[in-house]
């Protein structure tokens, strides 16, 4: 698992953005290739920040660029690293950054969505971290709804203004979705979603056998569908085991939205530090 930060250039014409990141004295930054830092801490754990900017520049206690420096206390300046991040381009555009505490390396990849002409430019990336893939897709500067919104990128196709979905050998472990009334898998067998009305979230992972549904304003219909569910021995919404009949084929299940209820106390949503087993 990790962060993923977007941040967006808007306006018109040709225009250059640095960003800068500063770290503790406690870590140290070397630049393995020109999109990707490695921190290495003073207790031997190793932290990674890839982007997809053109270049990167590490300083430290750089006194002629002013960076490189924290200030624990007024007036008192202690060398540490800073590392600059820019890319120059015709607006808009992105510059996508992900930040991983990993032994591996991860490796990131923008991908190319397909999305109908009507809305904000999408942002697709692909994050390989050890032996999972995570695919997150995102419309920024959308409305919550927007009747024709449609995008593709991935295995997926979706009306929502984010998708994040991570898979491992081939399956998918983990899907998460905002404001969005359908995922449609690109793929035979793939967890598809399809809900009644839009929902401004909706997260599920995938454990053993076992599919946990968690949403804060479910639609009153939700339909899973796919091999996932076929194989499923168990269904539990935000906590609650599901009824036997919701299922209404092999390999689909109708959840409605009164089986939610409340969250379960003590079955709170569950991240988790590592990647979730297929």
């Known amino acids: 698992s990790g962060w993923l930060i977007v941040d967006e250039v808007s306006g018109r014409g040709r225009h250059a953005a640095d960003l800068h990141w500063h770290f503790d004295p406690a870590w140290t930054i070397t630049r393995e290739a020109p999109t990707l830092l490695r921190a290495t801490h003073a207790d031997g754990a190793t932290a990674w920040l890839v982007h997809d900017a053109a270049d990167s520049v590490l300083f430290h206690g750089d006194a002629a660029a002013g960076l490189g420096w924290i200030a624990p206390v007024y007036g008192t300046l202690v060398p540490t690293w800073s590392a600059g991040v820019s890319r120059a381009a015709m607006v808009p555009f992105s510059i996508v950054s992900w930040i991983a505490a990993t032994p591996a390396a991860p490796a990131l990849t923008r991908l190319v969505p397909e999305c109908d002409p009507g809305g904000s430019p999408a942002v697709a990336v692909r994050m390989v971290q050890q032996d999972v893939a995570w695919t997150t897709l995102l419309r920024p500067g959308e409305p919550s709804i927007r009747e024709t919104r449609g995008c593709a990128a991935g295995s997926y196709h979706t009306n929502g203004r984010l998708l994040h979905c991570g898979s491992r050998d081939d399956r998918v472990v983990s899907l998460s979705v905002c ?100």
């Open 179 to 278: 404001d969005a009334s359908h995922v449609l898998a690109l793929r035979e067998g793939w967890l598809r979603v399809a809900g009644s009305e839009p929902m401004s979230d909706l997260y599920l992972e995938i454990v053993g056998d076992t599919i946990n549904i968690w949403s804060s304003a479910p639609a009153p219909r939700v339909r899973l569908q796919g091999a996932l569910v076929r194989d499923a021995r168990v269904v539990r919404v935000n906590g609650r085991d599901l009824p036997e009949n919701a299922r209404e084929r092999a390999d689909s299940v109708v959840v409605l939205s009164s089986y939610f209820g409340e969250p379960v106390r003590g079955s709170a949503l569950r991240i988790p530090a590592e990647p979730l087993a297929g």
